[in-house]
């Protein structure tokens, strides 16, 4: 099965940045759409951005202007560039395909925006 290695979280400040990275075991990585998604306490885990197969993106419009994906095909890499972070950010930030997501989920990376 796929396994999923998500890092670079932490505790930030609003307004400050954090940059995640995902590392995929599968060597066909670059066929697959990729996602980040998030959840926060008590709530569903939610699709906050997208990248497809050739590199086009989509994101949550809460995030939009905030936050870029990209991917690194030769490194089997996902990464979350995350700026201007607000408190509702905060959340357990996870990879996985998008769509369709693996049954196999990683241990995530916690993201706390707080003062």
């Known amino acids: 099965q796929v396994q999923l290695v998500e890092s670079g979280g932490g505790l930030v400040q609003p307004g400050g940045s954090l940059r995640l990275s995902c590392v995929a075991s599968?060597?066909?990585?670059?066929?697959?759409?990729m996602g980040w998604y998030r959840q926060a306490p008590g709530k569903q885990r939610e699709l906050v951005a997208a990248?497809?197969?050739?590199?086009?993106?989509n994101y949550r419009d809460s995030v939009k202007g905030r936050f870029t994906i990209s991917r690194d095909n030769t490194k089997n890499t996902v990464y979350l560039q995350m700026n201007n972070l607000k408190p509702e950010d905060t959340a357990v930030y996870y990879c996985n395909r998008a769509p369709s997501p693996f049954t196999y989920w990683g241990q995530g990376t916690q993201v706390t925006v707080s003062s």
């Open positions: 599968t060597t066909i990585f670059r066929l697959y759409g």
């Open positions: 990248i497809t197969s050739d590199g086009s993106t």
